[in-house]
C-alpha cells in the first residue's frame, strides 16, 4: 500500500486490570494517544503510513484501561494518563511467538490476530501441513513481525528455539453431538508430543494450552514437564478466556449495558459446569433475577455447544476463541515486556480448592503468575457456592484423566 499522509486509526488489544488501578482507570475518561509525526509508525502500524495515528481506549480487546497498556508497549517519555503532548513512539517488538497448529480453524485467525502486536518481533507457524501458505498470506502484513513457517515434526525443533510463548491450538475440533470428553484421546496425544518439544527446545517460554479437553490437556502438559523436569507452574496456562469474553459480552447484552465497562471473572474450569461465571462479582455491579442467573450462566456453559450446532458440522467456535487467545497472548506479552498491572482469568496450577488446577483469576508478571486472587471466591452467592462444589467433582475426574494418560505414556515409554 502506499504510503500517504491521510490520517489512520491504529487500536491495540488489551486486557482488564484489577484493584485500585482498575477502578482509578476505569472512572477516567477515554483517553487518547496522538502522535503527531508523521511516518513515525509506518513500519509497524499495519496500516498506511499517517501524518497521525490515535489509540483509541474503547476500541481494545477489553477496555479503556488498554491507555496504561499501550504506554508500556513502548518507550516513552513520562507523561500522565490522557496528556495528549505530542510523543515520538519506539516500538518494542521484542518478542518471539510460536503458535503450534497454525494451519487450523483458530491457527489461522489467531496468527493473523498476533501478527498485529506491536510487541511481536518473530512470529513461527507450526502444522503438519497447509502452514507454507498460511505463512505466505501473513508475511505481507506490513506489522513489525518476521513469519516463518515449520512443518511437520522434523521441523518442531527450530520453530521452538528462543521462543518467548508458544500457543497449543492444535488438535481436532468439535463436531455435532460430540463431547469434550470425546476428544480426548486424539487430543491428548498431540498435546503430549508437542510439550515434549516444548520441554527440549524451549522450557523456559509460557505455553498456551487450548486444545481441548483443557480440564485434562493441562494435567498432561504439567505431567510431561515434569518428566522432563522442566515443569515450572507459573509458566503454564489453560486458556479460559474465552469464557470471560462470552460472559462478559452476553451480561453487557441482557443488561444493556456498554460492552467496554463489563467485567466477569469465570471459575473452575473450561468445559460445561466447571465453567462458573461469577455474576455477583460482575463490574459495574448490577442485579440478577434468579432466572436471569440460570439462563445466563447455563449460556456461558453450552455458548461452545451453541456455535458448533449453528454451524452445522462445518467447524466449532473458531474465531471467537481466536480472539480470546490473542488476548491472553497479548497480556503474556505485557507482562513480559514489564506492565505491573496485568490481569487475566485462566486455567493453571492452584491452592484457591482442594485441587491442583483451577480457573481464576490471576495476576501475570515477567516470570509468569505472580499471584492468584482470591478474591473472587469470597462471599459467594448460594447459587454460586451450591455450583462451585458441584463443578468440583467433574473437574477432579478430568484432572486425574489427564495424569492417567501421562503416567500411562511414561510407563509405556
Known sequence: MAATSAAATLSFGATASHGSKMSSLSNSKPCALRVNVKNSLTSFTGLKAAGSVRCDSESSFLGRESSAALRVSFALKPLKTCQKSPYHLQPQASYKVAILGAAGGIGQP?????????????????????????????????????????????????????????????????????????????????????????????????????????????????????????????????????????????????????????????????????????????????????????????????????????????????????????????????????????????????????LPFFASRIKLGRDGVEALIPSDLQGLTEYEQKALEALKQELKASIEKGFAFAQKQAVAA
Do not use: W
Not at 162 to 189: C, E, H, Q, S, W
Open 110 to 354: 489467531l496468527s493473523l490476530l498476533v501478527k498485529m502486536s506491536p510487541l511481536v518481533s518473530s512470529l513461527h507457524l507450526y502444522d503438519i501441513a497447509n502452514v507454507k501458505g498460511v505463512a505466505a498470506d501473513l508475511s505481507h502484513c506490513n506489522t513489525p513481525s518476521q513469519v516463518t513457517d515449520f512443518t511437520g515434526n522434523a521441523e518442531l525443533a527450530n520453530c521452538l528455539k528462543g521462543v518467548n510463548v508458544v500457543v497449543i491450538p492444535a488438535g481436532v475440533p468439535r463436531k455435532p453431538g460430540m463431547t469434550r470428553d470425546d476428544l480426548f484421546n486424539i487430543n491428548a496425544g498431540i498435546v503430549k508430543t508437542l510439550i515434549e518439544a516444548v520441554a527440549d527446545n524451549c522450557p523456559d517460554a509460557f505455553i498456551h494450552v487450548i486444545s481441548n479437553p483443557v480440564n485434562s490437556t493441562v494435567p498432561i502438559a504439567a505431567e510431561i514437564l515434569k518428566q522432563k523436569g522442566v515443569y515450572d507452574p507459573k509458566k503454564l496456562f489453560g486458556v479460559s478466556t474465552l469464557d470471560v469474553v462470552r460472559a462478559n459480552t452476553f451480561v453487557a447484552q441482557k443488561k444493556n449495558l456498554k460492552l467496554i465497562d463489563v467485567d466477569v471473572p469465570v471459575v473452575g474450569g473450561h468445559a460445561g459446569i466447571t465453567i462458573l461465571p461469577l455474576l455477583s462479582k460482575a463490574k459495574p455491579s448490577v442485579s440478577f433475577t434468579d432466572e436471569e442467573i440460570q439462563e445466563l450462566t447455563v449460556r456461558i456453559q453450552n455458548a461452545g455447544t451453541e456455535v458448533v450446532e449453528a454451524k452445522a458440522g462445518a467447524g466449532s467456535a473458531t474465531l471467537s476463541m481466536a480472539y480470546a487467545a490473542a488476548r491472553f497472548v497479548e497480556s503474556s506479552l505485557r507482562a513480559l515486556d514489564g506492565d505491573g498491572d496485568v490481569y487475566e482469568c485462566a486455567y493453571v496450577q492452584s491452592d484457591l480448592t482442594e
